[in-house]
């Protein structure tokens, strides 16, 4: 994270935030200490939330407001809570965002002057977490800017496109899905139900066998004579069972502990069918079917109680300890997919909440090989994907349930242009709610598999990883893990083969070393010597086709001549000095920097201001040498090459002066102070080239070489 | 091909150490004695063109000129197994043969009568190339020949080329023995009026020095001629070794002299170079380091000029480019160039800024060196004017006895009045001067003080 970047930002988010204030800088290095201080320590979220509740006018409503978010399993939150905290913390910052935000509410009229705002402000991100909420954006700049590489704004898009698609994936859902809701069990209505009296008035035997009738017809979702249900308001709720009150106290204790069980059963019942529909993506499809699975072994056990009961061979206390062990699998099932329904959870997401329920059952035997066996189930389709995708680099996912999305499928006839600079950082990016939480650790590496094959392939080789070996879930022994690092072996071997050996991605940078630094002396002063009645012109005047020519003959005629990719360097005349340049990149406006702003620069730039080299790079070395770097690259030749230029003129200076030494001794001697200031400035430049060439190119170019040579294929 | 050099050979000198130059060169840049590339070298990135054009064959033909008014040494040359080198255009021997006699007078009179036909060659070779730089001159300033001709050359050089560099080698006589040129201080001063007027840049090779580290440093009992032109030749081509293979800095000429020389007159280089081996000897091989090799550098021993050390003067360096190739980390360089500066090992002029310059370069591939690193100092010290004092002390004596002036007599320049002599003096004194001035620190205002109360 560049602290440049942080700058950038910064002065955004002030001017978002409507603040006139010089004080960027201060907040520019709160900001980078802090981002240092987010990756160093994985600070316990509880005493942020502790601090926040502290704070909070309201803490009781803040912390249920937390731990309903929590269930949820929000993401980032706990980050996001530390972030806040340490907003509340720090005084000065939070002066600002509440003068902010307080003239934010009085412009758009609301009246909530008397909360205090800092804490509404944070009130209203926590609930309005995954909306875009201004506070919201903040967070999450600031956030990803300190976790990945990604650009906030893209991040920010990818949340929103995220939400919007599902919606109109898939097929569509069948209308009878919705018009025959007898294709499962799950306690549908029946119109008419007869009046019938109270089972007080029997025996308590007859009690008790009617009752695990109505029992045993709950469990299978139809409903009981005396065992009534209220449906739940919302669809992951367990249904409510009202036992008639006239039934013996012991028989009505006994029948609601079994009661439970049969909630669940309709709650698996339920998220089964909801879960089934396209939209719902692959893995959730995967899970329904892998619960359906577990059903249906439930079932078979309702039957044999049945035909149990059938032999009046059955009590209610037998049925209590025949199902206490399914009760306890179902309760983790209902429990599983409450969460998931009610996170509205998709893809990866399902498979981290699974995984997570999965490790924290650690020593629970059967119920932890019950859980094992669904994630197992549902993370088959998200491992075919995740297969494809690290084997051949091919994203096939209809419903959005991947980790990685492709942003830019379909174009790739431009490739060599536009779309090599932003390629690498933008092309593939991970959307983190879908990363699988057991393959957290390895979402990067996942990431630039992928992109190291697309890459391959897009420079027309078929690559396809030879070792392909299907991947399976598991807890314990991590195989996947293996094959991923095998994968990325393999891909990043090929790639760098492909860069170093094919492409000689070497050469490239030395034949850039050659002409940005000026490592290849001749060839500049040949240059400098042939173009400068050129560039000594008006920048307007300069006549590019000349120079390109003029630049070609220096090349041809130097120790250049020998270089492979000579043929690759061109003229670029840039209508700005290197100065302006910087400043613009900087975007820094303080009063320092201002006055450095030229007034009207362009009527008086020559083209030697202006010159610069290019250089023509194709895919796939466009990928390391792209834009960006190159821009780099102009910069330090532009100042090196006037650096020269000063020094050439110097030297003509010197040899004009050379004549001096055949004068009489008296007039020779009067030009002594003159020759001293020249020597002075002479001496001056040549230091200072010589720093910048040798003490700190050539050794950062040597530490590069040298790292470049421990990777070695 | 920008910046090109051509070398012009005068004499018995000269010619020899040209000739060991180009030996030198050749092996650099893997080129074979006649001329062609060997088969190792087609690949090099080394700039052939600085000393070389080729021919229609391809084949490499040094920018040289050989000059000599008597056959001897150049025949010699042609009888080598570099005759084919040369361009047979480019080699002039006067067509009298009998040389100049050990007398500066009879060599630059011939220099007159010979100008035409030289600078045919010169003008040819200068129209050849596309942007020349400068000319390098290598020559004695003892004998007849060098001395005379050398002059002669240098004054129209100087006005024919007057915006390229003349750069010159010239060889010093060695005080140690009695020379059997007796005019030999006569010869000096008159050359050395020349050197101060006409050249840009002179490299001291004194004959004193090279002896004295040939027995001391090399440990050679009796040194030959051709043992102390390589050193020579080593000199020479290190300190051309940034133009022959190319870098980010130092590129051309100009860039390596301009540094050196502050003020025009003070254009007097003294070299030095380590570590210093021949053939015979391997066994010696010490470890290298930047440190260890800029110390010795500033180590008088290692100077090829031997100057008295003068206690009443503080003679200082005026400037230091110390060229350094072998594998080289730059971090080195800064530390060591921290170290000497701590330690207060180098004297600088007061009156500017003036540090050690370095220059890193490359080697040639195709020599092997037993050394890691080596390093060549170009200087440009006060000191150096012990050396024209002491010239000027032997004339003084020869001069007082008015002896052996009657060859000069015989030829135009001195026919009438000894002017020349007395107005050479008054130059080479007031270099002298002019070097003890540069040691104070009102070295600016000297200038300016004298002129005002001479007017």
Same mark, same amino acid.
């Given at each position: 994270m560049s602290e440049f970047k942080i700058h950038h930002h910064v002065s955004e988010l002030f001017s978002l935030l409507g603040i006139q204030s010089d004080a960027a800088e201060k907040y520019t290095e709160t900001l980078s200490e802090s981002v240092q201080r987010f990756i160093s320590t994985q600070v316990s979220a509880s005493s942020a939330v502790r601090i926040l509740a502290e704070n909070a006018p309201n803490p009781q409503a803040f912390l249920s407001k937390y731990d309903e978010l929590k269930s949820r399993n929000v993401r980032d939150l706990d980050p996001l809570v530390v972030f806040l905290s340490g907003l509340v913390e720090d005084e000065s910052v939070r002066k600002v965002v509440e003068g902010s935000s307080k003239l934010r509410l009085q412009e758009d009229g609301v009246t909530l002057a008397n909360v205090p705002s800092i804490v509404s402000d944070i009130e209203r991100a926590a609930e309005t977490k995954l909306s875009r909420d201004q506070l919201n954006e903040l967070r999450d700049r600031l956030l990803r800017e300190s976790q990945v590489m990604h650009t906030p704004s893209e991040a920010l898009q990818s949340v929103e496109r995220g939400e919007k *698609?599902?919606?109109?994936? $898939?097929?569509p859902i069948p209308s009878w899905l919705k018009n025959r809701p007898y294709l499962s069990l799950d306690f549908v209505k029946l119109e008419n139900r007869q009046e019938i009296g109270a089972? $007080?008035?029997?025996?308590s035997t007859s009690q008790e066998h009617q009752l695990i009738e109505d029992v045993l017809s709950v469990m299978m979702g139809i409903e009981g004579r005396y065992i009534t249900v209220q449906l739940p308001t919302k669809h992951y709720d367990s249904p409510e069972f009202t036992v008639d009150p006239s039934v013996e106290p012991s028989l009505s204790t006994l029948v609601s502990r079994i009661l439970p069980l049969c909630g669940y059963y309709s709650q698996l019942i339920r998220f089964v069918e909801n879960k089934s529909c396209y939209h719902h993506g692959l893995v959730n499809q995967a899970l329904s079917a892998a619960i359906t699975n577990l059903i249906k072994d439930y079932m078979l056990l309702v039957t044999q109680l049945e035909e149990q009961h059938q032999h009046w061979a059955l009590t209610l206390h037998k049925l209590y300890f025949y199902v206490e062990k399914t009760m306890a699998v179902m309760d983790m099932l209902a429990c599983v997919t409450r969460v998931i329904s009610k996170s509205e959870a998709h893809g990866g997401a399902v498979l981290s909440i699974l995984h997570d329920r999965t490790v924290s059952l650690t020593g629970c035997g059967q119920l932890q090989d019950v859980m094992v066996f669904l994630t197992q189930s549902a993370a088959v389709p998200y491992m075919n994907i995740l297969a494809k995708w690290l084997y051949r680099g091919i994203i096939n996912d209809p419903y959005n349930e991947f980790m990685v999305v492709d942003r830019e499928s379909g174009s790739e006839e431009n490739e060599d242009e536009d779309l090599a600079d932003d390629y690498w950082e933008k092309r593939y990016t991970i959307i983190p709610q879908n990363i699988p939480t057991f393959l957290q650790v390895h979402a990067n590496v996942i990431l630039r598999t992928g992109k190291y094959l697309n890459v391959i392939r897009q420079s027309d080789h078929s690559v396809v990883c030879p070792h392909q070996e299907e991947l399976v879930y598991s807890v314990r022994d991590r195989s996947y893990a293996e094959v991923i690092e095998r994968t990325y072996n393999f891909a990043s071997k090929r790639l760098l083969e492909l860069l170093m050996k094919e492409k000689d991605l070497m050469g490239r940078l030395r034949s850039v070393k050659h002409y940005f630094l000026l490592d290849q002396g001749d060839f500049v002063v040949q240059l400098m010597s042939l173009c400068e009645d050129e560039l000594s012109k008006n920048i307007d005047d300069v006549v590019p086709t000349r120079l390109e020519s003029l630049l070609e003959l220096a090349l041809r005629t130097s120790a250049a001549n020998s270089d492979f990719y000579k043929d690759d360097i061109e003229c670029d005349l840039q209508p700005i000095t290197l100065m302006t340049q910087m400043l613009r990149i900087l975007s820094i406006e303080t009063e320092d920097e201002r006055e450095y702003y030229p007034q009207e620069e362009r009527l008086q730039l020559t083209g030697l201001q202006g010159f610069s080299l290019g250089y023509r790079v194709t895919w796939p070395v466009s990928l390391v040498l792209d834009r960006k770097t190159i821009a780099c690259y102009q910069m330090i030749f532009r100042h090196l090459f006037y650096c020269k230029h000063v020094e050439k003129l110097l030297c003509r200076v010197w040899v004009s002066n050379?004549?001096?030494?055949?004068?009489p001794l008296s007039a020779s001697r009067t030009y002594t102070a003159a020759f001293a200031l020249r020597q002075r400035m002479l001496n001056f430049i040549q230091n200072i080239e010589y720093y910048m060439m040798f003490e700190v190119i050539e050794r950062n170019w040597q530490n590069f070489i040298n790292k470049m040579q421990k990777f070695k294929i | 091909m920008p910046c090109e050099i051509i070398t012009l050979q005068l004499g018995q000198c000269g010619n020899q150490i040209g000739f060991e130059f180009w030996k030198k060169l050749c092996s650099e840049h893997g080129i074979s004695p006649e001329g062609t590339l060997e088969d190792y070298a087609t690949e090099g990135t080394d700039r052939k063109d600085v000393f070389f054009y080729q021919a229609d064959d391809e084949h490499y033909i040094p920018r040289s000129v050989l000059l000599d008014l008597e056959p001897r040494v150049i025949h010699s040359i042609m009888n080598s197994p570099y005759a084919k080198l040369y361009n047979p255009e480019n080699i002039y021997i006067s067509k009298q043969g009998g040389g100049a006699g050990n007398n500066w007078a009879a060599g630059y009179s011939q220099g007159e009568r010979i100008y035409d036909e030289v600078f045919d060659i010169i003008d040819r070779e200068a129209d050849g190339s596309d942007s020349l730089e400068g000319f390098v001159l290598c020559h004695s300033i003892a004998g007849g020949t060098g001395s005379g001709l050398g002059s002669y050359i240098l004054e129209r050089l100087n006005d024919r080329f007057p915006k390229k560099l003349v750069q010159t080698y010239s060889v010093f006589p060695n005080q140690d023995e009695i020379s059997d040129v007796v005019v030999q201080p006569y010869n000096s001063l008159l050359t050395l009026r020349r050197l101060t007027q006409s050249a840009d840049c002179v490299v001291v090779l004194d004959n004193t020095a090279l002896n004295r580290i040939a027995t001391d *440093?090399?440990?050679?009992s009796n040194p030959s001629f051709s043992q102390i032109n390589s050193l020579v030749s080593n000199i020479m081509s290190v300190s051309t070794a940034t133009l022959r293979y190319p870098s980010y800095m130092n590129n051309d000429l100009i860039g390596l002299i301009a540094p050196l020389i =502050?003020? =025009? *007159?003070?254009h007097f280089l003294m070299t030095g170079y380590t570590p210093l081996t021949t053939d015979q000897e391997v066994a010696s091989v010490r470890k290298t380091t930047v440190l260890d090799v800029m110390r010795r550098l500033l180590? =008088?021993?290692?100077?090829?000029v031997s100057t008295p050390l003068d206690r009443n003067t503080q003679h200082c360096y005026i400037s230091i480019l110390n060229i350094i190739q072998g594998e080289v980390d730059p971090t080195q360089v800064h530390k060591s160039l921290q170290r000497i500066r701590e330690r207060k090992m180098a004297q600088f002029i007061p009156w500017g800024p003036a540090s050690i310059q370095v220059a890193l370069s490359k080697k040639s591939p195709y020599i092997q060196s037993a050394h890691r690193v080596s390093g060549l100092m170009l200087a440009n010290h006060t000191n150096i004017s012990a050396l024209f004092e002491r010239t000027l002390k032997q004339y003084d004596k020869l001069r007082k006895r008015e002896a052996f002036l009657e060859q000069f007599r015989k030829e135009n320049m001195f026919t009438e009045n000894l002017d020349e002599l007395d107005a050479s003096r008054e130059v080479v004194q007031q270099l002298v001067d002019e070097y003890v001035a540069a040691t104070t620190p009102d070295y600016l205002s000297w200038g300016l003080t004298q002129a005002s109360t001479e007017s």
């Open positions: *698609r599902p919606l109109c994936l $898939g097929p089972l $007080g008035d029997v025996s050379k004549v001096a030494k055949s004068f | *440093r090399l440990h050679l =502050p003020t =025009p *007159r003070l180590q =008088p021993k290692n100077m090829m």
